[in-house]
């Protein structure tokens, strides 16, 4: 409960100071700082079982990016919000999405992947590789809930609309097919010819769950090549 209490303490403390300095130019800190509170009181309810808390901290969380989002992107202060908000919306919002999933409460999940695909909407060019990195933050874990890896195929198949010559974002789409059952699909977008080990670790398992035991070997026999020269050592 004290932890709880000191959380709260200071999502209204730094939503405080966001507020007051609304007027002239929050700063890229505050701004970041205020997310960073509500993300942990968010995380804090829903790891001691307290949904209907977690719901209420999230409401006033989106509440409070809302209000940056309408102010921020506008004119000189839009790098202050992309240094505040553009990694923490697209690599922290979507595990908290699921951690609401894992708790059986599918609304909020679906709250928070409806607005963070309307604030990827609103950064113009930066658009791609905001879905991008949000789908990946979902997809490079296995066994995460249905829901969550459906998101992230919408959102990879968005990006590579967005920006179809980029790699990386069809690495995601692979990635992502192969997470949503769609093997013949990400066989399809992964590039056959890549040297990425993620690429071809997927392709391996695509083949394996299509029944292509030649082709899934020999993805793993290049694999293991691939591991063993210095780029990939780290």
């Known amino acids: 409960a004290r932890q709880a209490a000191l959380l709260s303490e200071a999502v209204d403390a730094y939503a405080r100071t966001v507020a007051t300095e609304a007027?002239?130019?929050p700063t890229g800190d505050d701004i970041s700082l205020a997310d960073e509170a509500y993300q942990a009181l968010i995380a804090f309810r829903l790891e001691h079982g307290q949904l209907s808390a977690a719901t209420q901290a999230l409401a006033g969380a989106l509440e409070f990016l809302d209000a940056q989002i309408v102010v921020l992107p506008k004119g000189r202060l839009y790098r202050e919000w992309n240094k505040a908000l553009e990694r923490p919306l697209a690599r922290q919002w979507p595990p908290l999405a699921v951690q609401f999933l894992r708790a059986g409460s599918v609304a909020p999940a679906e709250t928070i992947f409806a607005k963070l695909t309307e604030y990827f909407r609103q950064a113009g060019k930066r658009e791609p590789i905001l879905l991008n990195d949000a789908g990946w933050f979902i997809v490079v874990e296995p066994g995460q809930p249905a829901a969550a890896y459906a998101?992230?195929?919408?959102?990879?198949?968005?990006?590579?609309?967005?920006?179809?010559?980029?790699?990386?974002?069809?690495?995601?789409?692979?990635?992502?097919?192969?997470?949503?059952?769609?093997?013949?699909?990400?066989?399809?977008?992964?590039?056959?010819?890549?040297?990425?080990?993620?690429?071809?670790?997927?392709?391996?398992?695509?083949?394996?769950?299509?029944?292509?035991?030649?082709?899934?070997?020999?993805?793993?026999?290049?694999?293991?090549?691939?591991?063993?020269?210095?780029?990939?050592?780290?």
């Open 23 to 25: 007027s002239s130019e």
């Open 151 to 234: 998101q992230a195929l919408a959102w990879a198949q968005r990006a590579v609309e967005l920006s179809p010559n980029n790699g990386a974002l069809r690495n995601t789409l692979g990635v992502a097919q192969y997470r949503a059952g769609q093997f013949a699909a990400a066989v399809e977008t992964l590039a056959p010819d890549s040297k990425h080990p993620a690429d071809v670790a997927f392709l391996a398992m695509a083949h394996h769950q299509l029944g292509n035991d030649d082709d899934a070997r020999q993805r793993l026999d290049e694999l293991r090549d691939l591991l063993e020269l210095p780029r990939w050592q780290d």
